[in-house]
């Protein structure tokens, strides 16, 4: 598109209005700034414009600059000449007039106007950090000075989006207008009454707030200190803080090259390209490549939720945080008012946090209504069944859900490893039946695992996708195997940290590895969490299901003796009554001690990296195997599914972007190594051995096509 067709100059009462039109989000791609500065001239020349609008056309004003662009070493404009600059240079008074978004570049335009007005439901936000880079375009020098560092660390270490009515009080908008109103004719109406107001409201020129940081000078350690275990291993949040104390050290055009000199430190980063691919596959994941264009997703109004326990509770609550009201039926009375007083207790603890406001909370409860019979869901648009995790009990529920739910209604299950097509065989609509997924605690972690049945039909599978985006989750495809595609993937790491510790590893070894690499916390210890029992039932299924299943010994003496984790007391740590807190065990070293002595492995000492690569690489081979056996889409979608299924550290991007950093040969021979000093289970899989062979990414793997 032309620059021209970009950005467009109209004038109306007096007002150049000038409308950036990019869609979908009007992000600054290259043509949109000079677009804007060849219209901001004009407008100036112009002596029938007496002020100047800036307004985005579409759904948002401007989302920041073009994410695309970065890395590709695209130049920039030089400072003085970019449109922050000409901008704060402006003779006349500029309006930026802000509906949808206002993001990163697009509100360091704003903050660059002189004034700023927005409609209630917009929102503004600095969120490169969560790209891995920082405010390059004068935000980190402009938001201080007109809310005060502090105000201004938070938005810009945390990048979140802030409301239009909390941007106004905060000092970032100057008007937000009523319900309804028309932004662009209350834009022209605002820029009209304030066209003959000198000296022009600079930003650039408020530096009052600033005395913030003088009354408080420990202001920035503390945000330091603050911040240390979240951006663990990140340099973007730390620079971030740098540049907001810039501001307050250094005149503006000295702020300015300071922002980007610390802002060039992070654009080609490790952390900044695993963000930026983290970004885009989170939506690539949303692409269904193998299903007709245009499918319409079915209008989901009411939803129904089979089985209140810790899984149905939260997806229930998923639901409800959203504002579909949803009803929840169990096997008793009894069974639904525990798991009602669940869905209640969790509400009250974030109410207590302060993360949920209580009026919130009602609302919210108000739209869970337990049942007391199949008829009572007949009307839903959607079931999804979250019972007992053996078919045994799955298999009736589908069947009495297929005799009551209305024609048309979704059936999904929230099985996290059985097979759907089973269960679709016992309803006559196994078209409507798929998979959704969830991880615990469902109303908390994001990830949708999509399951698709052999049968389920294409509508049916976009409207599983849609449901996930509806209640805030991040969804991915998955074909129906043993596990899907998350736990799949994963199973080979939950079992590869156990067999080190037949080699000589402690669990408390294994645990500090992984969370210095980024986890929040480490595998030995989620397992207390979870409940170990749950993994050895699992272990005993498909043991039964395969006599070549490698049994894990150590894991299955402590469920024998009864530490099932943190809900015994005792699992591979030690919990103190009513602390969560692990402690390392003897006991535990002891059982391990007895059972290698029975087993007769010889022992080693590990590197920290040897551990690292023994988990991660034992997944990234079974990935593989899902990659070729058509179970995946792509490589990309098992890296969402590990981001948002198993908190692998974003700033790495994920399981398979960080295999590629170490390069798809090295993790191969690695591999192969392994397959002669380990046996079968360290064999390579033939995608992995034919990308080695030609040097092909993981990323670019061609997965089969998706049965
Ligand atoms: N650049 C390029 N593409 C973008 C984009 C961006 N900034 N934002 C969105 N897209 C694409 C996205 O990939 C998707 O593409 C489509 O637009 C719809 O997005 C100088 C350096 C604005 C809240 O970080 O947070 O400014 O999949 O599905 O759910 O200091 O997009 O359709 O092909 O997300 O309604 C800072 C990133 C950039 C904002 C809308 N800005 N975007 O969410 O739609 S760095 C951001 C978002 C910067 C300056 C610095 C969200 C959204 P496709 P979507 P949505």
């Known amino acids: 598109m032309s620059e021209t067709n970009l950005v467009r100059l109209a004038t109306e009462a007096g007002i150049g209005v000038i409308t950036i039109d990019n869609p979908p989000v009007n992000a600054l791609s290259p043509g949109v700034p000079e677009g804007i500065i060849t219209a901001l001239r004009a407008a100036e020349a112009d002596p029938a414009i007496g002020a100047i609008v800036l307004i985005g056309a579409g759904r948002s004003f401007i989302a920041g600059a073009d994410i695309r662009q970065f890395g590709t070493g695209r130049a920039r404009l030089p400072l003085g000449s970019r449109v922050y600059d000409v901008l704060d240079a402006c003779a006349k008074p500029v309006v930026a007039a802000i509906h949808g978004y206002a993001l990163g570049g697009g509100l360091e335009i704003a903050l660059a106007c002189h004034y700023r007005i927005a409609v209630p439901s917009a929102k503004v936000g600095l969120p490169e950090v969560l790209i891995g880079i920082l405010p390059g375009g004068g935000g980190t020098q402009r938001l201080p000075r007109l809310i005060g560092p502090r105000a201004a660390l938070d938005m810009i270490v945390t990048g979140r989006h802030v409301p239009a009515p909390e941007a106004r009080t905060l000092g970032i908008l100057d008007a937000v207008l009523a319900d309804g109103a028309d932004l662009r004719a209350g834009a022209i109406a605002f820029a009209q009454s304030i066209a003959a107001t000198r000296p022009l409201p600079r930003v650039r020129d408020r530096t009052d707030r600033l005395a913030e940081a003088r009354e408080d000078p420990a202001l920035f350690d503390t945000v330091r200190k603050s911040i240390a275990r979240r951006a663990r291993n990140q340099k973007a949040p730390y620079n971030c803080i740098l540049a907001v104390e810039a501001a307050c050290t250094l005149p503006m055009d000295a702020g300015l090259a300071r922002e980007q000199e610390l802002f060039a430190e992070l654009e080609n980063s490790d952390e900044a390209r695993a963000l930026r691919y983290a970004f885009f596959a989170e939506r690539e994941a949303a692409k269904l490549p193998d299903l007709p264009a245009g499918i319409a997703p079915r209008e989901i109004r009411t939803a129904a939720v089979i089985g209140a326990g810790t899984m149905g509770g939260g997806i229930a609550m998923s639901f409800a945080d959203f504002g579909i009201p949803v009803r929840i039926l169990d096997s008793t009375p009894e069974a639904l008012a525990r798991g009602m007083d669940r869905i209640r207790s969790n509400y009250a603890t974030s109410v207590r946090r302060g993360s949920l406001a209580q009026e919130e909370m009602d609302r919210r409860l108000a739209r869970i209504h337990p049942v007391a019979a199949y008829a009572d869901l007949a009307d839903a648009d959607l079931v999804i069944e979250a019972v007992f995790e053996e078919m045994d009990v799955k298999r009736p529920v589908f069947r009495a859900l297929d005799q009551v739910m209305k024609s048309g209604a979704l059936i999904f299950s929230n099985t996290s490893a059985l097979d759907i097509d089973a269960l679709a065989a016992e309803t ?228 398979m972007f960080w295999a590629d950093g170490i390069g798809v040969r090295a993790v191969h021979d690695q591999i192969a190594a392994w397959h002669q000093e380990h046996g079968e289970r360290w064999a390579p899989a033939r995608l992995l051995t034919d990308l080695a062979a030609t040097g092909t990414p993981f990323r670019e793997a061609k997965a089969a096509p998706m049965v």
């Open 428 to 655: 006559g609509r196994p078209d409507d039946v798929a998979g959704t997924h969830f991880f615990s605690p469902a109303n908390v972690m994001k990830l949708l695992e999509v399951v698709r049945g052999t049968q389920s039909s294409p509508e049916t599978l976009v409207s599983a996708m849609a449901l996930g985006r509806k209640i805030g989750k991040i969804p991915a495809m998955a074909g129906n195997t043993d596990g899907f595609v998350a736990n799949r993937s994963r199973a080979p790491f939950n079992s590869e940290m156990v067999i080190l510790l037949e080699e000589g590893c402690l669990p408390e070894q294994v645990d500090r590895v992984m969370v210095d690499f980024g986890y929040p916390m480490g595998p030995f210890a989620v397992g207390d969490l979870a409940g170990l029992d749950i993994g050895a039932a699992d272990r005993r299924r498909r043991a039964a299901a395969n006599p070549n299943y490698r049994t894990l010994p150590i894991a299955d003496r402590l469920v024998e003796l009864g530490r099932y984790g943190q809900k015994t007391g005792a699992g591979w740590y030690r919990y103190e009554k009513g602390d969560r807190t692990p402690h390392p065990d003897p006991e535990v070293a002891r059982i391990i001690a007895e059972t290698v002595a029975r087993l007769g492995v010889a022992q080693k000492s590990f590197t920290d990296q040897e551990i690292l690569h023994r988990l991660l690489f034992a997944s990234v081979n079974e990935a593989c195997r899902i990659l070729e056996e058509g179970k995946a889409y792509r490589a990309s979608d098992i890296d969402v599914m590990w981001l948002h299924g198993f908190g692998f550290p974003r700033y790495r991007g994920g399981l």
